[in-house]
């Protein structure tokens, strides 16, 4: 193995002392002289035909520039569909549809004049229930469309699933269900437009894909007639990330059509109600799984058919199925798989892409039947998952090439760390979950690349441009890490520029975990060709072979003779102030070798997986209900940790969020309006929540990833459900199969198994009254 | 309706016209024009705007801006020296983790300064009551806890340089 001075340190995030000192700026922060401040009115149905919009009081106060309906505006559509827009016309599909806006020179006057907007609703009959929606004759939310259900491709079937259920010596089926929950970024969304005279856009926006969002927003100037224009996408630094910010929204379309029809910079800023009830949820689902294996436990088929609440319209949370096949197909060797995924269209909230990207979904419905299939083989759980254990080497039913998989030892390092087999006491019980998730990029889109350029000033300082966006999670420190090291330099030697689409190279963006892999081997790529140079310009100095040459400690030093060293930066200035001198740059794109999905969805998606176990300790108080956790392991094969404490952080948050969607999250939704929108109702766990997590790190050093590294950015929530409501089930023999797990289902589904009511009255016993109890 | 109040800024007395329905944060923020100080939900339930007043650790969203009258105000700014030098706390929230995205840092440094100047030797469940009303959504707590764990027990303000790489844990 390498000596590394820089790759496998505890480097502090780079931006850590200004985020420290409070003086980095947020979108919150940022004003731009003249600035108009834009605020968004919502519907009040959550279907309703727009029968008028009278703007006419709103205009009249001192103050308000612009008041835009549906109406006034271009059609730009939006979304992965196209099938939304960012000012509605003709009806209103859900409570959060925006149906005027408004800017004005103050927040308040933009406020005021909402309210002076008249909108005249005709309801319509509107629809919550997947289900319900998918039916023959169920009310149309689009009328475009002839049916609710999306003409999505979700659909495979590899090897023969129905001969292998005749075969197989225990089956279990089940069925399980999700719902809504949201990224709950601390820094609420935003976004600032800006024209210039010659119409070109500049956009400050909380953005994941930069580079996507430029096209997403030059198409929508094309749409207002402004052909041939540039778009500049600039990221403040962002407050939380966690996929809700990769797609383009109504508020940033918003900002830029009132920027455009007052010739004036508009700013956007959600409140957190707002934020609440306005960005995109994690997609909701209901899962049919069959599992099914032989008598000595070797799984045999897994039969799965999922029901996915669209929303109203269609953002990135449509294609998570994509996701989803991946451990449907490939978590543990599976010789059979069907799936089949129907996103349907309902009047509730539209869903997005969220951290783990349906694989947490999945995983759930997986993890919690493969318990349930080892206890009707009779086989421990954590043998019966090393019994059908993926090992490096292996290429899935679905394609998936399986380079380096750590997923037996993270098991051992889970069930070590638990002191699994220990006696338990009364009401306490351990449970295993596991994962595979994309870890070398993920082919979603047709480039899965990301630039970067490196230019070396004349004292060896480095600029670094990267595609790559980072959202607190430390790309920047990573990939200045990776430089750093390839180049014999210190981590503050390196700036990062991550932040404009003028200056940094394009990236897909910041999703599938892929960001340490593809934008770490862009990174690498740059300070390779930069090294190379510096050796030969240095070869000459010294007068020595470049093979013998080694870059360390800001200096070029001769391997067998350390006395004979350059400093780096004397070298640049030599090259460059000298006849005919030169400057040292270098750009490099990595795209890496993964698959675009065929037809048959087979594919290798990403050059390589993380795997994962998770195990935790909880214990249960059958009083009440409430579930505790006393100990979680999260345990990952990551390939090469090269910043151990960043990459703790990211387990660690990952898990946290885990937590909170098994336990305590949920958006709470009545007739398609959210009734939560605040972190008083709306429980994300706080620090006295923290249980106690071990994250422990297995290297397997991949051989396609930067000194061997894989993604680890999703990882952390995705098992944390299932092992959580494994544990329940080996505490105190319930299974829940709905998220979340609160002490309501719990003390209902333990109330079941002792034969009572929700009451605890024996069932038919207690006539009097109606036992109910509400969630 | 204006008003005259006067209070200490960071360690500097100052006094200045406010408006009686400025939230303390607004005040900050809008008319100070420093922005260290974040808004994550102006309902108290995040506790990104936390800052110190005489000791205390207070949401700003909720406190009005003329109850700082005759008062010492603390914010994120007024931590670090002049030179740059960090306080220890921000000093190991920036080597232990504490930070990812950043937005609840500064609210999460001021609730726990306000900790450690009262209970310089906070045992972790002291901390966590601390800090329960500060959300974070990136890390778990995990590193932050840690952070503050780290500086706990030490006396107020030992001499601290400006941090470096040279003195970044280069172990594992």
């Known amino acids: 193995m390498q000596n590394l001075c820089s790759v496998g340190r505890r480097v502090p995030k780079l ?14 922060d940022l004003k731009v002289p003249g600035m108009l401040y834009g605020k968004i009115l919502y519907s009040k149905y959550a ?41 509605k016309t003709g009806k209103v599909c859900s409570y959060r549809d925006e149906v005027a806006a408004v800017a004005a020179s103050t927040p308040e006057i933009a406020e005021e004049a909402l309210k002076r907007i008249e909108v005249t609703y005709e309801a319509l009959p509107a629809i919550f229930d997947p289900e319900e929606a998918m039916k023959e004759g169920a009310t149309l939310i689009h009328d475009a469309h002839k049916s609710n259900v999306l003409k999505m491709p979700w659909k495979l079937h590899y090897g023969d699933v129905a001969a292998a259920k005749k075969e197989a010596a225990h089956v279990v089926s089940e069925r399980f269900s999700t719902t809504w929950v949201t990224h709950c970024c601390m820094g609420t969304s935003g976004a600032i437009a800006e024209f210039d005279p010659a119409n070109n856009l500049t956009i400050h926006s909380n953005t994941q894909i930069p580079s996507l969002a430029q096209k997403d927003f030059l198409e929508a100037l094309k749409t207002m007639g402004l052909k041939e224009r540039r778009v500049r996408v600039i990221k403040p630094c962002i407050g939380g990330g966690f996929g809700s910010k990769l797609d383009t929204y109504a508020y940033e379309y918003i900002a830029i059509l009132l920027a455009f029809y007052t010739r004036r910079p508009v700013k956007v800023e959600f409140d957190r109600t707002e934020e609440f009830i306005a960005t995109s949820t994690r997609q909701p689902t209901i899962t049919y799984i069959s599992q099914g294996c032989d008598k000595n436990g070797r799984l045999l088929f897994r039969d799965i058919s999922m029901i996915l609440d669209n929303g109203a319209y269609t953002s990135w949370g449509a294609t998570t199925p994509s996701v989803m096949m991946m451990p449907i197909t490939s978590l543990y060797r599976v010789p059979n798989v069907r799936y089949e995924a129907k996103c349907v269209y309902t009047n509730n909230t539209y869903a997005q892409a969220m951290r783990g990207y349906g694989n947490p979904q999945a995983t759930f419905a ?12 009779n086989i421990d759980p954590t043998e019966f998952r090393r019994l059908n254990a993926n090992q490096s080497g292996d290429v899935s039913i679905q394609g998936l090439r399986i380079t380096t998989c750590g997923l037996e030892q993270c098991m051992d390092s889970v069930k070590a760390h638990l002191e699994w087999n220990q006696p338990k006491k009364e009401g306490e019980g351990v449970g295993m979950a596991s994962l595979i998730h994309v870890g070398g990029g993920a082919r979603v889109y047709k480039s899965d690349g990301c630039g970067t350029i490196i230019k070396m000033d004349d004292f060896a300082k480095v600029d670094l441009f990267t595609g790559a ?66 050796l030969e310009l240095g070869a000459k100095q010294l007068e020595a072979p470049m093979e013998k040459l080694v870059l360390r400690d800001r200096h070029l030093i001769h391997q067998d003779d350390p006395e004979k060293k350059l400093e780096i930066g004397k070298l640049l200035r030599k090259a460059h ?19 675009n999905m065929g037809k048959d969805f087979r594919g290798n998606m990403s050059m390589t997986y993380t795997f994962g176990s998770h195990g935790v300790r909880v214990k249960v108080d059958t009083e009440t209900g409430k579930v505790k956790i006393l100990q979680y392991v999260a345990a990952h094969d990551v390939g090469k940790a090269i910043n151990p404490m960043l990459l703790e952080g990211q387990v660690y948050g990952g898990v946290m969020m885990g937590v909170g969607y098994a336990l305590t999250e949920q958006v709470i939704s009545e007739k398609g309006q959210n009734m939560n929108p605040n972190f008083r109702d709306y429980k994300i766990l ?8 071990k994250a422990p790190v297995l290297e397997t050093y991949d051989e396609d990833g930067p000194f061997g590294a894989k993604g680890i950015g999703e990882p952390g929530c995705v098992p944390t459900a299932p092992a959580i409501a494994n544990a329940i089930y080996d505490a105190i023999g319930v299974r829940i199969k709905d998220l979340p797990i609160t002490p309501e289902r719990v003390l209902a589904a333990i109330r079941e198994k002792q034969g009572l009511d929700l009451c605890g009255q024996e069932a038919g016993k207690d006539d009097d009254q109606e036992c109910v109890i509400e969630e | 309706m204006a008003k005259e109040i006067t209070f200490v ?38 506790g990104a705007c936390t800052v110190i007043v005489d000791g205390e650790a207070i949401n700003a969203c909720l406190y009005l801006a003329a109850e700082v009258n005759g008062k010492e105000l603390l914010t994120i700014e007024g931590l670090a020296a002049a030179d740059g030098t960090l306080h220890p706390i921000q000093k190991s929230f920036v080597e232990n983790g504490g930070i990812q995205c950043g937005f609840c840092s500064p609210g999460m440094i001021m609730s726990a300064k306000a900790l450690l100047d009262k209970t310089p030797n906070a045992a972790e469940e002291e901390i966590k009551e601390a800090i329960a009303g500060n959300l974070c959504r990136c890390t778990g707590y995990v590193q932050i806890i840690e952070s503050i764990k780290a500086v706990s027990g030490h006396e107020e303000e030992p001499h601290v340089v400006a941090f470096s790489t040279d003195e970044r844990d280069r172990g594992e």
């Open chain 1, 15 to 28: 931006d850590a002392v200004d985020k420290a000192t409070g003086r980095v700026k947020y979108i919150q």
């Open chain 1, 47 to 87: 279907h309703a035909k727009i029968v008028k919009i009278d703007t006419s009081k709103a205009r009249e106060i001192p103050g308000v520039l612009a008041v835009l309906t549906g109406e006034d505006v271009p059609e730009i559509r939006m979304g992965v569909y196209k099938d939304n827009r960012p000012l």
């Open chain 1, 366 to 377: 997986i993890e919690s039947t493969m318990d349930m299939l080892a206890e009707s083989a």
């Open chain 1, 469 to 534: 966006t980072d959202m607190g999670q430390g790309s920047d420190t990573v990939v200045a890490q990776i430089v750093a090291e390839e180049l014999g330099l210190e981590v503050d030697d390196i700036h990062v520029i991550h932040s404009d689409t003028d200056v940094c190279p394009w990236d897909v963006g910041s999703h599938a975990s892929r960001t340490t892999f593809v934008a770490g081997n862009a990174a690498l790529g740059a300070a390779r060709k930069l090294k190379a140079r510096i």
């Open chain 1, 577 to 595: 102030f000298s006849h005919g001198g030169q400057m040292l740059m270098a750009e490099y794109f990595y795209d890496p070798a993964n698959e």
């Open chain 1, 686 to 693: 706080t620090a006295k929540d923290a249980v106690p997590i």
């Open chain 2, 9 to 46: 800024f960071n360690g500097n007395p100052m006094k200045t016209m406010i408006e009686d329905h400025w939230t303390l944060l607004h005040f900050i923020r809008e008319e100070m024009g420093y922005t260290g100080t974040k808004e994550g939900c102006g309902s108290g339930e995040c």
